[in-house]
């Protein structure tokens, strides 16, 4: 089983930062991929970012250049930096993370989810 701590929502205005960290534990942890998905009110779940155990990434056009993910492979630990926010990424942000668990299966877990808001 793997448990993820989410933490750093908060409420920031336009043009702000906000840095959220996610801390994946459990046994033999083989992740394969960490990332970040958002959930905006009446919105579909969307991928935000993501980065792969071999460091490649890759995000949502409206968050280039702003956002960034990175990774403290040493505490399984992902980050997301959000620069220049805007109202548009209000959202409730989730962590997630594809682990290993078989030679040929994958697992995904999720976070609970941090509430970002972002005010003009």
């Known amino acids: 089983q793997v448990q993820l701590v989410e933490s750093g929502g908060g409420s920031v205005q336009a043009g702000g930062s906000l840095r959220l960290s996610c801390a994946a534990s459990g046994n033999n942890l083989r992740i394969n991929t960490m990332g970040w998905y958002r959930q905006a009110p009446g919105k579909q779940r969307e991928l935000v970012a993501a980065?792969?155990?071999?460091?490649?990434?890759n995000y949502v056009d409206s968050v280039k250049g702003r956002f960034t993910i990175s990774t403290d492979n040493a505490r399984n630990t992902v980050y997301l930096q959000m620069n220049s926010l805007k109202p548009e990424d209000t959202a409730v942000y989730f962590c997630?993370?594809?682990?290993?668990?078989?030679?040929?299966?994958?697992?995904?877990?999720w976070g609970e989810g941090t509430l970002v808001t972002v005010s003009s």
């Open positions: 980065i792969r155990s071999g460091g490649s990434t």
């Open positions: 997630n993370v594809e682990v290993k668990a078989t030679l040929s299966r994958v697992m995904f877990y």
